[in-house]
């Protein structure tokens, strides 16, 4: 109950998931990759992304978690079945925990899905959303530019409002009530998002929902930490680790955070 729980995304976008986790859960550790030099997973193969995430999920059982979460929509679509089936220990996805979310805030049943390439074409997301209702009307829309701009760490300023407004541009003629920020990275660029949908939409991200699913796996395993002392998070990049941990300290408003290059 006292080991660690993985988090696992194709860069820095996860943190909002860590983020969310650390704040439910303040007793917990976390270990989390973030797959820098290989991101984005969106324009890749399914194979490609497949092959990835197992190897950040392997990497992490050496380090023998109880827990995984795939902090990547991408990833989740192609590869959460397989290792739910082959890992020795829980592992969560964040769809399913972003359209549960989506479900109950919407009053008109339209929902937009701002998602990656490869999240769009897999086609998770309406799935998950038609499970929970067969009235759900999903409008789904891939933002490649938005995952490499949270990435570089330029992402506050004018340029990114800029950029971001121009790729939300075919939403203009949509209905829709509710967002559902579909890809991890996203919940960074809330602001510019909000600013460019306007008033009136509820944008949404599947952080906090996925913390509470942990939560709730974790306490009826009888799996919560114990441990008096204080959590000491360990989190590695396969990229660059000094932009990994300005937008670390920034995103988690923490200092000398415990960053680690890792190669597969």
């Not at 860069?11 to 860590?18: E, F, H, I, S």
């Not at 008096?228 to 680790?241: K, M, Q, T």
């Not at 300005?246 to 960053?259: F, G, M, V």
Request: aromatic content about 8%; glycine content about 6%.
């Amino acid at each position: 109950m006292n080991a660690p729980i993985g988090v696992i995304d194709s860069g820095v976008g996860g943190l909002t998931v860590a983020k969310a986790i650390m704040e439910l859960l303040p007793n917990e550790t976390i270990y989390y990759i973030g797959d820098t030099a290989r991101c984005p997973y969106g324009p890749r193969t399914k194979q490609e992304v497949r092959n990835f995430t197992w190897q950040m999920a392997k990497a992490l059982e050496k380090m023998n978690i109880k827990m995984l979460v795939i902090a990547c929509n991408t990833a989740t679509a192609v590869a959460l079945e397989s290792l739910q089936k082959n890992m020795p220990f829980p592992v969560l996805g964040v769809i399913n925990a972003g359209a549960r979310a989506a479900i109950k805030k919407t009053k008109r049943n339209e929902i937009v899905v701002l998602a990656t390439e490869g999240t769009v074409k897999s086609a998770a997301y309406e799935t998950a959303l038609h499970s929970l209702s067969t009235k759900a009307k999903v409008i789904p829309l891939a933002c490649p530019t938005f995952v490499p701009l949270v990435e570089s760490g330029e992402y506050e300023g004018q340029f990114s409002y800029d950029l971001v407004a121009n790729g939300l541009k075919p939403l203009e003629d949509e209905r829709f009530d509710t967002v559902i920020l579909g890809c991890t990275h996203y919940p960074i660029l809330q602001k510019q998002i909000e600013a460019a949908l306007g008033e009136g939409v509820h944008v949404l991200s599947s952080a906090e929902e996925t913390a509470r699913d942990a939560e709730a796996i974790l306490s009826y395993n009888n799996q919560l930490r114990t441990n008096d002392e204080a959590p000491h998070h360990v989190f590695f990049a396969s990229g660059s680790v000094p932009i990994f941990r300005s937008i670390a300290e920034r995103w988690l408003e923490q200092e000398n955070i415990d960053i680690r290059r890792i190669k597969f």
